[in-house]
């Protein structure tokens, strides 16, 4: 009997064990994570091609025409009102010098005229 008691006992311990087992609940797996899809993104928009816009560049032309006299020796020079001999002298000089400039003047008026 005492091998069956024992038997008994080994049986039972089993099925007690195999019950415990059966009234566990599973756990429960965990959710499978799934990596969403990448989202792709629009496409940007290519930049429109660069305008090209051409600048005239002026070409310099000179205003003073090629063949536009130098100025003349004036006859009011320092050394001419220097040397003169009074004050009528002096006058004279003055006075051929400021027709010269206001003829030349004429000259260059017209001249820059010409280039506006």
């Known amino acids: 009997m005492r091998r069956s008691s024992v038997r008994m006992a080994s ?4 099925c007690l064990s195999l019950g415990a087992c059966a009234t566990l609940k599973p756990k429960p797996q965990p959710p ?13 928009t290519p930049a ?3 305008v090209v816009v051409r600048v005239p560049v002026p070409v310099k032309e000179a205003c003073v025409p090629k063949n536009f ?11 001419a009102l220097r040397d003169a001999g009074g004050a009528a002298d002096r006058y004279q000089l ?13 000259e260059l008026e017209k001249a820059i005229d010409a280039c506006r």
Not at 69 to 79: E, F, V
Request: proline share 23%.
């Open 94 to 106: 003055m006075a051929a010098g400021r027709l010269l400039r206001d003829r030349r003047l004429a």
């Open 48 to 50: 429109p091609p660069p």
């Open 69 to 79: 006299p130098r100025a003349p020796r004036y006859p009011d020079s320092d050394a």
């Open 32 to 44: 499978l994570i799934i990596p969403a899809p990448p989202v792709e993104k629009a496409a940007p």
């Open 11 to 14: 049986v039972g311990l089993a």
